[in-house]
């Protein structure tokens, strides 16, 4: 069974900076089938990120997803306000523990 | 657009059993595969239960295997978790989720029902 270990915990960041997650898996991720989500406090996780960089429908190109085999990178370019949030990396029915980017 | 309403949460004494559904709508339901994630508070993402889109497959982690039930009925658009056996770990928002045509990832969620087992 795959995991995924999501680097920081916590990224402390202010807004306009850049955001750089990671993601790292036990074993090489098949056709780098690799999504990231976005959970706001109280909501639904939403899918950002699949096939490792590419985006879903409607979301900003400030949101960037690469990598393959093992280790992948979610990237933000410039935070906006409304970006503060856990991010999940996810490999199937395995998800990594959650990046919190928090406010600086 | 795709609506994913869950149902049935509640407190439920350990041991206690309880039956989560998810009326979708929006979309061709009897075509994906559908399943239950679940946050414990304060929690990261656990993926519960997977359930074929024509319901002759079903699969669950080895936490849950053989008190969780995932079943569907296609002519009601609607997705069933039955959970017996319940354990104090189990308490948690338990997520409604559709797959992707392309499969692998989850592209729409329910806001999520409650399931908390007390003790």
């Known amino acids: 069974e795959i995991v995924l270990t999501q680097s920081p915990g916590t990224l402390s960041l202010s807004p306009g900076e850049r955001a750089t997650l990671s993601c790292r898996a036990s074993?090489?991720?098949?056709?780098?089938?690799l999504a990231w989500y976005q959970q706001k406090a109280g909501q639904a996780p939403r899918l950002l990120i699949f096939g490792a960089s590419n985006r879903a429908n409607g979301i900003p190109d400030r949101f960037s997803g690469s990598g393959s085999g093992t280790d992948f990178t979610f990237t933000i370019s410039r935070l906006e306000p409304e970006d503060f949030a856990v991010y999940y990396c996810?490999?199937?029915?395995?998800f990594g523990q959650g990046t919190k980017v928090e406010i600086k | 657009q795709v609506q994913l309403v869950e149902s049935g949460g509640g407190v439920v004494q350990s041991g206690g059993s309880l039956r989560l559904s998810c009326a979708a709508s929006?979309?061709?339901?009897?075509?994906?595969?559908m399943h239950w994630v679940r946050q414990a508070p304060g929690k990261g993402l656990e993926w519960v239960a997977l359930?074929?889109?024509?319901?002759?497959?079903?699969y669950s982690p080895d936490s849950v295997k053989g008190r969780f039930t995932i079943s569907r009925d296609n002519s009601k658009n609607t997705l069933y978790l039955q959970m017996s056996s319940l354990r104090g770990e189990d308490t948690a928002v338990y997520y409604c989720?559709?797959?992707?045509?392309?499969?692998?990832?989850?592209?729409?969620w329910g806001l999520g029902t409650l399931v908390t087992v007390s003790s």
């Open positions: 359930i074929s889109y024509d319901g002759t497959g079903e």
């Open positions: 929006g979309f061709s339901f009897s075509s994906f595969a």
């Open positions: 989720v559709k797959e992707t045509s392309m499969g692998h990832y989850f592209d729409s």
């Open positions: 074993q090489s991720v098949s056709s780098n089938y």
């Open positions: 996810q490999q199937y029915r395995t």
